[in-house]
């Protein structure tokens, strides 16, 4: 249902732009404007080029706002004019795929799948797994203790294809995200258990490989490709019982890894200034440690040897963003700090208010994070620390924002609103 608040945005134009994803002598992460693909955005990086959003505004200055069936925390993703997310109902007995057009916010398709009704961790979702999209199809993770599957829907809505990776076991739900990267769509099968991350064709969904790894709590953090020239490329994962670890994309063989974080990672890895970032943490509070790893080491990293490690005022569930040599922690708690890199000097810490569940993202140097009362705070993504507005969704959230071609998606529990640029 599209809220009587639908206007009309107007006519935009797509270009693209170059998206800094903050890694010495990388090329730059080439993200179309009117892609939005993933979790937080070009390979992960929660960073947009995109110009003109306010820091500031009322419910009433939405372009659109559509409510969803039942409830999420996903977000959003996009390719030209269709924007897909997920949703839930019936305590996970539906699960929902939705396509909407981003310019209206209008509801193309809807597809219900039928599952068992499951335990989940109170700020947790049936439908907390953000899709990812290559432009030919939409791939979506769901799960429930006896099933997790991944599907792909074509445009259109019709279904190419489903796996299931078997049970899924785990107190809080099913969250982490699936990736594209050429061939492959890529999900970590992190399991209270026997876990392991896997791959399979993109258009068949038949397994490429799958690379097995020790059980022993859940982990949600979504992998990132690292790629540079005239190197090989690199998965680099997260979970408390691997630390971080790089794989060959191709065959899931390990290229290197950490020791083991003591706590769960909810938090997804980030790369740049020559460091890999990965942070572990428990509910209830703050993240408890966060680990910069080199981005060429030989072989295995051992405790000895991360360029440095940080113990407080840390994120235990949002991701960090590294933007022009800095790495911004957007804490649970309300906090914000910024970090100098590659040493892992604090430059300032404050208290931003409320608490928080979903990512920031930076967009045009100003960082966007959703509390989960609701509230759309914007700070300066700067080394002088600079509150820039808060502004109401109008629903609670515990959502990343999505941008693609002028229009910043912002999602509540059952909700999503566009706020466009202002040209």
């Known amino acids: 249902m599209i809220s009587l608040r639908t206007r009309c945005v107007g006519p935009f134009v797509l270009i693209a732009s170059f998206v800094h994803a903050g890694i010495v002598h990388a090329e730059d992460v080439v993200a179309d404007s009117a892609h939005w693909s993933r979790f937080r955005g070009p390979n992960g990086t929660g960073i947009s080029d995109e110009r003109g959003f306010p820091t500031t505004w009322t419910e009433e200055d939405y372009a659109w706002t559509t409510e969803l069936p039942g409830e999420g925390h996903s977000s959003p993703v996009v390719w030209d004019q269709r924007l897909f997310v997920t949703s839930a109902a019936d305590e996970g007995a539906v699960r929902y795929v939705l396509c909407l057009d981003p310019a209206s916010g209008a509801i193309r398709w809807t597809r219900a799948v039928g599952m068992n009704r499951s335990h989940k961790h109170a700020k947790s979702s049936w439908a907390s797994s953000t899709p990812a999209t290559d432009g030919e199809r939409v791939y979506v993770a769901f799960a429930d203790v006896e099933n997790h599957n991944l599907s792909a829907y074509d445009f259109d809505g019709n279904l190419v294809w489903r796996r299931n990776l078997g049970k899924f076991e785990s107190q809080h739900g099913q969250g982490v995200s699936p990736i594209v990267y050429g061939e492959l769509v890529i999900i970590p099968n992190d399991q209270d258990g026997p876990s392991s991350i896997v791959a399979v064709d993109r258009r068949t969904g038949r397994t490429v490989w799958s690379a097995l790894r020790g059980g022993r709590e859940v982990s949600y953090a979504t992998p990132m490709i690292l790629e540079r020239p005239g190197k090989e490329p690199q998965l680099i994962c997260a979970s408390g019982v691997t630390g971080i670890t790089s794989l060959d994309p191709l065959t899931g063989g390990k290229n290197w890894g950490t020791s083991p974080f003591p706590l769960r990672t909810v938090a997804s890895p980030v790369a740049g200034q020559g460091v890999i970032v990965g942070s ?144």
């Open 280 to 423: 572990c943490g428990t509910g209830g509070s703050l993240g408890v440690l966060l680990r910069a790893v080199p981005i060429d080491p030989e072989g295995d990293v051992s405790d000895g040897d991360f360029v440095f490690e940080r113990k407080r005022e840390l994120p235990y569930v949002p991701t960090p963003v590294i933007h022009a040599g800095h790495l911004y922690l957007w804490n649970d708690n309300g906090t914000a700090a910024c970090v100098a890199l590659p040493g892992g000097e604090t430059v300032w810490t404050r208290r931003v208010g409320g608490t928080f569940s979903g990512s920031p993202v930076c967009v045009d140097g100003k960082l966007y994070c959703i509390s989960e009362q609701g509230e759309v705070a914007v700070i300066a993504a700067s080394p002088e620390y600079e509150l820039l507005g808060k502004s109401p969704l109008g629903v609670g959230s515990h959502s990343t924002p999505a941008i693609a071609g002028g229009r910043m998606f912002l999602r509540g529990f059952d909700r999503l609103s566009c706020l466009a640029a202002r040209r």
